[in-house]
C-alpha cells in the first residue's frame, strides 16, 4: 500500500509554518548584472554546453532580481506564513571574501525582505544552496580548508545585514549534493568528479563552517535578534527490497550513510560521523593501500564543536528507494558508493509520469522517514523545506495536486499518530525555475513561468489552489482519496 495511511482527519496545527521555497540560480537570473561575480554553476553551464539537458542556461532564469514583487504578491496569494529563499554569495560578496561588499546584492536581498515582512510573510534564508564563487572554487572550494572561515566571513556579513528582519537561517541546502555528486561526482558543479576523497573533504570542511556559522550565530546574534538556525538535509526514504535481513540491514546503512553522514554529527547524541561509514571507509582505504582513511578525522574538540549545532532540522524530501546489499564491488573505486557497497533500486510499480525520472510517488516513505528521524535524532523540531513534483509544465497539474495530497496526508499521519515533531512545511517551488541539469524541461513550480514572455509572465497552477486551500483550512480538500493514484498514470 503505498499510501501514508487513511485520509487523515487530522489539522495542521495553529502555530504550523505552511511555506514555499525557492533558490537564487534557479529564479534571479541577472548573473552578472550589477557586480554579481560568476559562480560555480555560472561556470559549469557557460563552460560545458552539454551538461543542460535542453541547452538553457541560467543568465535570465525567471528573472527574480527584477520581479521580486511579483514574486512576493504570489506569495501573499497562496496565504503562507514564510517564504524560503536563498542568498547567491557572488552576488553579495564578489571576491568570495569580505574585503568586497557589493552595496547592490545586499540591496536586492535587504529589499526583498522588507517587501515580504511589509505583508506580514517570514522570511527564511538559505545561506549556501550550491552557488560558491568561482573565485574560491579556483582555489579548491570546499576541499580546501580556508573555506571554513570564508564561509564564517560571509554568514557575519548576513547575520549583520539581515539579522535583525530575518529569524530563520538554513546554513546549507543539502550538503549532500554538493559534496557527493559536487566533488565527487559529475551531477553538480563543479562536477570535479574526484571521487573516493573529494566528497569526504567537502563534507568535513563544510560540517566545520555550518557550526562555525551557528557558534557566531548563537554566540553574538542570537541575544541581539532572536531567531533560528538550522540545516536542510536532502533525504530519499529507504525501505528494504525484501524483507531478508540483509536487504533490511542495507536500507538502514543507506540512511546511516547518506543522510546520516550529515545528520549524526550534528543531530545525534555522540556527535562525529556514523561508526558504520567511519569503519566502512577505514576498511576499504586499508585494502587500497592508503596510509590512512580517505575520510577525514575530527578531534574530539571538532566532534563537540559539531555536536547539536542546530536548532531544527530541515529536510528536503521527494522520493524512496529500495535498498540491498551488494554482492560484488559496486561503483567507482574508490568512492562512497563503493566504500558504502549497497545497491539502489526503485520499484517499477510506483507511480511517476513525472519529467525527473527519479520522482516515484511514495507518500508512505515520507511518513517513515519523518518517524525516522523522529527517533534517531532525539525528537528534534523537523521542517520540511522542500518537497515537490516534477512535470512538463502546464496550469493543468492534476499529478501535482495529487501528489501534494497524498504527501500532506502522510504528514498528517506523523504528526497526529506517530507524534513527529513537525513545525513547518515548505512546497518546493513557488514557480518553474532552472531545474539544473534539467534545464527548464522539469516543472516544480505551483506557478507557471512562461519563459519565452518577456515579464516572464508567472500564472498559478491548479496546485496552486490546492496548496492555498490546505493553507487557509488546515486541513486535507473534502474529495481527497489517499487510494487513488491515477492521476500517474493516465
Ligand atoms: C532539490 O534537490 C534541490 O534543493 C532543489 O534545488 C531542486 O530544484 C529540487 O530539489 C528538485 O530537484 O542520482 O538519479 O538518483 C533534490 C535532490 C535530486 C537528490 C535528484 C536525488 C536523485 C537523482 N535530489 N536526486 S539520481
Not at 125 to 142: C, F, I, N, R
Not at 359 to 375: A, C, D, E, M, Q
Not at 417 to 423: G, R
Amino acid at each position: 500500500d503505498l499510501a501514508g495511511g487513511p485520509k487523515s482527519n487530522g489539522t495542521f496545527p495553529k502555530d504550523f509554518l505552511f511555506g514555499v521555497s525557492t533558490a537564487a540560480v534557479q529564479i534571479e537570473g541577472a548573473w552578472n548584472v550589477d557586480g554579481k561575480s560568476e559562480s560555480i554553476w555560472d561556470y559549469l553551464i557557460h563552460n560545458n554546453q552539454s551538461f543542460v539537458r535542453d541547452g538553457s542556461n541560467a543568465d535570465v532564469a525567471a528573472d527574480s532580481y527584477h520581479l521580486y514583487k511579483r514574486d512576493v504578491e504570489m506569495v501573499r496569494e497562496l496565504g503562507v506564513d514564510i517564504y524560503r529563499f536563498s542568498i547567491s554569495w557572488p552576488r553579495v560578496l564578489p571576491t568570495g571574501r569580505t574585503n568586497v561588499i557589493n552595496p547592490k546584492g545586499i540591496q536586492y536581498y535587504s529589499n526583498l525582505i522588507d517587501e515580504l515582512l511589509k505583508y506580514n510573510i517570514t522570511p527564511m534564508v538559505t545561506m549556501y544552496h550550491w552557488d560558491l564563487p568561482q573565485k574560491l572554487q579556483d582555489l579548491g572550494g570546499w576541499t580546501n580548508g580556508h573555506i571554513v572561515d570564508y564561509y564564517i566571513d560571509y554568514a557575519n556579513v548576513l547575520f549583520q545585514n539581515f539579522g535583525s528582519r530575518v529569524k530563520y537561517w538554513v546554513t546549507f541546502n543539502e550538503p549532500m549534493q554538493t559534496c557527493l555528486e559536487g566533488y565527487g561526482g559529475t551531477y553538480r558543479a563543479p562536477a570535479l568528479n574526484r571521487h573516493g576523497v573529494a566528497e569526504y573533504l567537502c563534507t568535513h570542511n563544510l560540517l566545520k563552517a555550518h557550526a562555525g556559522a551557528y557558534h557566531l550565530f548563537n554566540d553574538t546574534y542570537r541575544s541581539l535578534n532572536g531567531g533560528k538556525i538550522g540545516m536542510s538535509l536532502d533525504s530519499n526514504w529507504a525501505e528494504p527490497k525484501t524483507n531478508s535481513s540483509r536487504d533490511k540491514e542495507a536500507a538502514d546503512l543507506y540512511l546511516k550513510t547518506h543522510m546520516g553522514w550529515y545528520a549524526h554529527p550534528v543531530y545525534s547524541s555522540e556527535g562525529n560521523y556514523p561508526p558504520e561509514l567511519i569503519r566502512l571507509v577505514n576498511e576499504k582505504s586499508r585494502k587500497q593501500n592508503y596510509t590512512r582513511s580517505r575520510l577525514p578525522v575530527f578531534s574530539e574538540a571538532e566532534v563537540q564543536y559539531i555536536k547539536g549545532t542546530a536548532d531544527f532540522f530541515g529536510l528536503n524530501h521527494y522520493t524512496t528507494y529500495l535498498l540491498s546489499m551488494a554482492d560484488k564491488e559496486v561503483g567507482a573505486i574508490p568512492s562512497h558508493e563503493n566504500d558504502v557497497g549497497i545497491v539502489r533500486i526503485q520499484d517499477s510499480s510506483w507511480p511517476s509520469r513525472s519529467s525527473s525520472s527519479w520522482l516515484k510517488v511514495v507518500p508512505f516513505g515520507f511518513r517513515r522517514l519523518l518517524n525516522y528521524i523522529t527517533k534517531n535524532y532525539n525528537n528534534v523540531p523537523i521542517i520540511v523545506t522542500e518537497n515537490g513534483y516534477a512535470d512538463f509544465s502546464g496550469v493543468a497539474d492534476h499529478a501535482r495536486v495529487s501528489y501534494y495530497s497524498h504527501y500532506l496526508n502522510a504528514l498528517l499521519h506523523s504528526i497526529h499518530e506517530d507524534h513527529a515533531n513537525v513545525q513547518g512545511y515548505f512546497a518546493w517551488s513557488l514557480m518553474d525555475n532552472f531545474e539544473w541539469d534539467d534545464g527548464y524541461v522539469s516543472r516544480f513550480g505551483l506557478y507557471l513561468v512562461d519563459f519565452d514572455s518577456p515579464n516572464k509572465t508567472r500564472s498559478p497552477k491548479y496546485s496552486a489552489k490546492l496548496y492555498s486551500g490546505v493553507v487557509a483550512t488546515r486541513r486535507l480538500p473534502e474529495n481527497y482519496d489517499p487510494e487513488d493514484f491515477t492521476a500517474f498514470s493516465s
